[in-house]
């Protein structure tokens, strides 16, 4: 008998051999186990706010007397179905990623316009809490890729630092290259992120302290994008953090050479 997790299939070749051959399916297994997992955690996640909605709503209905009341409900409806929205918006991005549905070509994606639109993206929300929200790139620095992926994780990266950080703080987003890479680094001077708890924070819908994390609008998915993104344009994420101190998220990505900087390059040997 074999173990579980193997599955034989036997094909006799003539009378006297035996093709065997043993299938390991832990593999699959793992992947259902995580799909069931996901689907479970969407589920729950999906019908938090949206209980809370149907709530608020029956609490509108009954204050429609007290318009203070009124405006204070509808207010929170909102709050949780911009909730929804987000959290259906990076659903589907997670599952088209996981997919490795990688539908557009590749293009040359101009770092240092990247880095402004991310910034921009945030820009309200520092404001906000006054935090100062800085961007640099250094260089002439390109990669090739999906512009709209790399974009989300490097908003998503900013978002998490302006989120996690008290008011009047600091962000800093840095592109530079190093070695044949380009790493944007974002730099924050917030809460940071315990020890221990670094290795999760990359798992779908984990967050270190949900009752604080629910009060930033987060969905605990922002670094699973920014991981899967990394991995399916080759490149990795890496994290310093320091709880009390801040943090600081890298994506490192394959440099793409423009042409331009590989004819001066080649003007330079000759
Ligand atoms: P969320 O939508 O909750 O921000 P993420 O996947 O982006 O989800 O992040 C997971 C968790 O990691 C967050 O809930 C938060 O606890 C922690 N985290 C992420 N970025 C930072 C940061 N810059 N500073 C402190 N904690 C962070």
Known sequence: ALPMHLVARVAPLSSKLVLVLVDDRTRERRVEAIRRDFVANVSHELKTPIGAMNLLAEAVAEAKDDPGAVERFAG?????SERLNRLVQQIIELSRLQADELVDEPVDVDIAELVDSAIER?????????????????????????PDQIL????????????????????????????????????????????????????????VDPARARTTGGTGLGLSIVKHVAASHGGEVK??????????????LPRHETASESEAYV???T
Request: charged share 25%; glycine share 8%.
């Open 152 to 207: 989300a994780a490097v908003s998503n990266l900013v978002e998490n630092a302006v989120a996690y950080s008290p008011e009047g703080s600091r962000v800093a987003v840095v592109a530079a290259a190093k070695d044949s890479r380009v790493q944007i680094t974002v730099t924050d001077r917030g809460i940071g992120i315990p020890q221990a708890e670094i290795e999760r924070i990359f798992e779908r819908f984990y967050r």
């Open 122 to 146: 945030s820009r309200t929300d520092a404001e906000a809490k006054q935090i100062s929200l800085r961007g640099r790139t250094d260089g002439d620095l390109h990669v090739l890729g999906e």
């Open 76 to 80: 929170r409806i909102q709050i949780e």
């Open 267 to 269: 003007g330079n040997e």
């Open 239 to 252: 994290v310093w953090s320091e709880p009390g101190q801040g943090s600081s998220f890298s994506i490192c």
